[in-house]
């Protein structure tokens, strides 16, 4: 499963500083860079722990500066980015970069040649470089500068006076507590080493990608003296970052190892099934409660309900068995459910919940379904699970917050004009870009499937109190088909909002005909692929809006505002591909395999671009469909990998 980026796109700094690597943790922190080893967003980092108190992400340590001093010649072999300077230039001596169970560096400078790798210790707010030194003509030795942020991952920090300097010794290296109510960081080594006192600002540090999103872009780095460790050919170097003291560094990277090792192994699939298998577990993170969440993408997305309950499936069912993680995540949403409505937002602690959804409980009914459909264990359902279920079909029924409620057709209406309930939430100037109160569409094909869903439960004898589902089914349906399907036009209204509909093409429509229960008959479902494959496919995913609409967005860049008006008018989610493929299997059979196959070869060329191994938030709308937005995101990994599940059952 190994991801191979050659020398001559390392040693390409515009290249190598499009192509990100990620490391998590586990419990929600990260350390991700460039390939160069140039940090272009305020949220690169070497370690960005996610702490609980103060509540949130922190990038602790930005990066180490490394060199290799051999003789009388020091040798920069990491990259930064100043403000009218890149120094040093390290990517001019990678040889290349390999994405396998860690990213790792080979690196080759006049008299010294070494590997280097990165990888984060599970459960622990600690990462490890490993260095390993291949070729050595002198006594050789590797300078390390720590260089501090210590900030919110959302921020930028200035050289000020508040940092204290002073530094302690510690077992095989030093420690630092720069900031009163923020946790200490100790940098520890296996290697001889001297440390050397000298606290200094470096200023002006740039980011280049913060830049052409026009946000502040430069910050003051902190380092509080160097590291200068022998470095003999043939021997292992460990230098560790870490909120706590280790005191058998070896051990547990090891442990660490091990771990990483066995996962391997047990990984099945085709060669872009792997990687993106060994993703999608990134995107788990244990919470302070004990159970799962998914985090929504990194390097700056949280544990949000929406992308959580759409990406369960793609993440986690693989081999159509029982999986405990996967009920752990219903189970820990399902416990901070209120008044029906699942959180879109899971804060640290309940109070700092975020219900601002109509679709994330609707999400939640589709996770359960597709568990139950594919593992057919309902026995791990009963009790909780379905009780959530439950709470939800009668909350959405008899009205809740955020003025959801059933209307007397049985539609379900939600939202005010201030309002984004619905996953097209950008905002700009305070005002929704694409406001849809009222009647979604997707949100009424997802409240029909989940009608549909609790009657059958309810015949099953799983569900006893919602028995009002069966006569609501038939007025449901007819209710969809006569207020979005525009029988002149041959596809759905996007919106129904005070019986004036929203007529411009989305893919929104395509979840009535990839659902399991349908309110389209197939004679309009398949008028609906037809009308979704010619304005809004590509083999990356779904545009939000038909390129002929007067309102295309055809890129996705610029300052906020410009990224917020094209972020759902235009530009292409992949996480869209997994529902076009089921209603392709369902409608267009015939070809879904030819299709199928141009989506999985996209694919497979992206995992060495943007996000290494991983599958972008967005592309750009228009040819060539570049990568935008969060670089590993976890609803674009699950569809695809949902996808290929689906392509090989099909060549089956």
Not at 93 to 113: S, Y
């Amino acid at each position: 499963m190994s991801i191979k980026i050659q020398r001559k796109d390392c040693q390409d700094f515009e290249q190598a500083t499009s192509r990100e690597w990620l490391e998590t943790n586990g419990i929600g922190g990260y350390a991700s860079s460039t390939i160069a080893g140039c940090n272009t967003r305020k949220y690169h980092g070497l370690l960005v722990s996610r702490l609980q108190q103060p509540e949130g992400k922190f990038v602790l340590l930005s990066k180490f500066d490394e060199s290799l001093v051999a003789g009388d010649i020091e040798t920069g072999i990491t990259t930064t980015q100043y403000r009218g300077a890149v120094a040093p230039q390290g990517y001019r001596h990678l040889l290349g970069f390999v994405h396998d169970k860690m990213p790792t560096f080979k690196i080759q400078t006049p008299r010294v040649n070494l590997t280097k790798r990165v990888m984060m210790l599970h459960g622990r707010n600690t990462v490890v470089c490993e260095y390993q030194c291949t070729k050595n003509s002198d006594n050789s030795k590797l300078v390390i500068r720590p260089k501090l942020a210590y900030r919110d991952f959302h921020g930028l920090t200035a050289e000020n006076v508040s940092l204290q300097v002073r530094t302690w010794p510690a077992k095989n290296g030093f420690k630092i507590q720069p900031y009163e109510g923020m946790p200490p960081l100790f940098v520890q080594t296996t290697g001889r080493f001297e440390f050397f006192s000298a606290p200094n600002w470096y200023r002006n540090v740039e980011y280049l990608e913060e830049m052409r999103r026009g946000f502040p872009s430069t910050e003051d780095l902190f380092s509080p003296g160097m590291f200068e460790i022998d470095f003999p050919k043939g021997e292992n170097v460990l230098v560790v970052a870490s909120t706590e003291e280790l005191d058998n560094i070896e051990d547990a990277v090891d442990e660490e190892i091990k771990r990483r090792s066995l996962f391997y192994k047990r990984l099945r699939g085709t060669t872009i099934q792997k990687p993106l298998k060994w993703s999608a577990n990134q995107f788990l993170s244990t919470r302070q409660s004990g159970h799962l969440a998914v985090t929504a993408g990194f390097p700056w997305f949280l544990e949000w309900g929406r992308d959580a309950m759409i990406a369960l499936p793609g993440l986690l069912l693989h081999d159509n068995k029982k999986n405990p993680e996967y009920l752990d995540v219903l189970t820990e949403f399902g416990a901070n459910i209120k008044d029906g409505v699942i959180p879109n937002f899971l804060g640290t602690v309940p109070a700092h919940n975020a219900y601002n959804s109509v679709d994330a409980s609707l999400w939640f009914a589709w996770a359960v379904q597709q568990y139950l459909y594919i593992t057919r264990d309902i026995s791990s359902l009963r009790g909780h699970i379905f009780e959530t279920l439950e709470q939800i079909f009668t909350h959405y029924q008899t009205g809740t917050m955020n003025k959801i409620r059933m209307r007397e057709d049985g539609l379900l209406s939600a939202g005010s004009y201030e309002t984004q309930l619905t996953w097209m939430d950008a905002n700009s100037n305070g005002q929704p870009v694409t406001p849809r109160n009222g009647c979604p569409v997707e949100v009424n094909a997802l409240w029909y499937n989940l009608v549909c869903f609790v009657e059958e439960l309810v015949d099953m004898g799983e569900i006893q109190g919602c028995r009002s589902a069966k006569a609501l089914v038939p007025r449901i349906k007819a209710s969809f088909v006569d207020a979005f399907w525009i029988q002149e036009k041959g596809y759905l209204a996007d919106l129904i909002n005070e019986d004036v509909r929203d007529y411009r093409i989305r893919p929104n429509q395509i979840f009535a005909i990839s659902l399991p229960f349908s309110p389209l008959d197939a004679t309009e479902a398949e008028s609906v692929l037809n009308v979704v494959t010619q304005h809004l496919y590509t083999p990356l995913g779904l545009r939000t809006l038909s390129p002929e609409d007067a309102d295309y967005h055809g890129t996705y860049k610029g300052g906020p505002n410009q990224r917020d008006s094209a972020y759902h008018n235009g530009t292409v989610w992949p996480w869209l591909i997994g529902h076009y493929g089921e209603a392709l299997l369902k409608y267009s059979p015939q070809i879904a395999t030819a299709v199928f196959e141009e989506i999985i070869e996209a694919f497979r060329a992206h995992l060495q671009r943007d996000g290494i191994g991983s599958i972008s938030e967005i592309f750009d709308g228009d040819n060539p469909h570049t990568g935008r937005g969060c670089p590993s995101q976890a609803w674009s990994v699950a569809e695809v990998l949902r996808l290929i599940n689906l392509y090989e059952k099909v060549k089956k």
